[in-house]
């Protein structure tokens, strides 16, 4: 024991035998704080003091900084570990998922957060708060608000891939390589859906009426 934990064990007797002043008058307990040192070298303490704790007097330790408790179990941490973190020992805390930092006082959200998104705690739970044209738990994914059709993929905010045969912003265009005659629609690639009376594959043909 340093010199200033004893000092420090010698304030804590001498507050101690004053609360025992205080509420155990009567009993053989040692009376006044007229007794300038007192611990009770022969002090026992089960179970025993932890963490450097002293044992000033029977089934009474003093903790020594940083610990509290009854046998000095508990470690403090200043400032307070935040978000749920557990002190493990002075200063150390032990963060729960998605928190990090010296008090636990960060998000972190696993993997990051893509594309400008923010990692912040909702409801202590680590989150990705995603820009207005991205979403997904780490906004991976683009948000294309026309939508994305026949096949087609959302690449970046409002820009969609499209499949061969298809064109367009949101890959509603078919393609038609050869088009389509006599007023013919290509309605998806390579098909033609042609005005009555004609047919075939370009609407090329004229059926005969009878
Ligand atoms: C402390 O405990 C020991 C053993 O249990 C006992 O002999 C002793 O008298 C106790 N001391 C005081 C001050 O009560």
Redesign the pocket.
Known sequence: MGLSGLGSAVLASIVLLSLVALCSGGSD?PRGVAVGFVF?L???CEPPCRHAGVCI??NTCFCSKGYEGETCQYANCFPKCKNGGECLRPGKCRCPPGFGGRFCHKVTCDGGCWNGGECTAVNGVAKCICPSSWTGSKCQHAICPQGCRNGGICVAPGICSCLDGWLGGACHTAVCRQPCLNGGKCISPDKCRCRPPFSGPRCEEKKQSH
Request: charged letters at 45%; glycine letters at 0%; a positive charge.
């Open positions: 307990a009770d022969k002090a026992t007097r029977n």
